[in-house]
């Protein structure tokens, strides 16, 4: 079973970047659409990007505009800039299938703060 490993979190003031990265443990080549997923304190697991195999993207209307999701095929890793940080962003980043397919990683907490 592939594994997903989030990475790039951190604390950052408002108004700040953070470059999150999902590496997969296996191909996930054979996987259409893959998307980041947050999880604000107190609130549900929600989907805010997801990229398909033609590189096709969507976002969640909260991100459109600041965040950008991309994938490398060769390295089996999603990507998730984020600019313009809003401390509405703070929460537990993961990457999974969309829809979810693989066990959920640790995830990576963002904190945007002052």
């Known amino acids: 079973q592939v594994q997903l490993v989030e990475s790039g979190g951190g604390l950052v003031q408002p108004g700040g970047s953070l470059r999150l990265s999902c590496a997969a443990s296996?191909?996930?080549?054979?996987?259409?659409?893959m998307g980041w997923y947050r999880q604000a304190p107190g609130k549900q697991r929600e989907l805010v990007a997801s990229i398909q195999g033609t590189g096709s993207t969507n976002y969640a209307d909260s991100v459109k505009g600041r965040f950008t999701i991309a994938r490398s095929y060769a390295k089996n890793t999603v990507y998730l800039q984020m600019n313009s940080l809003k401390p509405e962003d703070t929460g537990v980043y993961y990457c999974n299938a969309n829809p979810v397919y693989f066990d959920w990683g640790q995830g990576t907490q963002v904190t945007v703060s002052s």
């Open positions: 296996g191909s996930i080549v054979s996987i259409n659409v």
